[in-house]
């Protein structure tokens, strides 16, 4: 089953990605041009532009993983997921974690888990329980 994914540049354009397996996720977050769009957002801060970080986004259902950065060599994430069936579900279906790594491997950990549909870890990693 593919899992909807896209690639944002600093100037807010997107272009949209159908991933089937691990290795081609990662592979989008790799080839991903990290430095020219670095060069982009911090040229367009420093002219006062309207920018935005350029990452890498994931979807499936209601869970997402969107990767980006701010500042070269720093990797933010945004990590929501579909909360597990029970009480706490009364208070919304999602639930929004943010992390940050320099890592690249642990940039592809999380696309691995996410992809395998590891859920319950990537909630450990979010809590800092892992």
Not at 1 to 12: F, L, S
Request: net charge negative; glycine share 10%.
């Amino acid at each position: 089953m593919a899992i909807k994914a896209w690639t944002q540049n600093a100037d807010y354009s997107t272009v949209d990605h159908a991933v089937q397996s691990v290795d081609e996720a990662i592979d989008l977050f790799r080839d991903f041009d990290w430095a020219e769009q670095d060069g982009a957002f911090d040229l367009g801060m420093e002219r006062g532009e309207d920018v935005c970080p350029p990452g890498v986004g994931f979807t499936a259902g209601l869970n997402l993983l969107h990767i980006y950065r701010e500042e070269p060599g720093r990797w933010e994430i945004l990590l929501r997921l579909e909360k597990e069936p029970g009480w706490k579900r009364l208070f919304g279906s999602t639930r929004e974690y943010n992390l940050s790594f320099e890592q690249e491997s642990d940039i592809q950990t999380l696309i691995r888990l996410y992809m395998e549909g590891d859920f319950p870890t990537l909630r450990q990693l979010g809590s800092g329980r892992a």
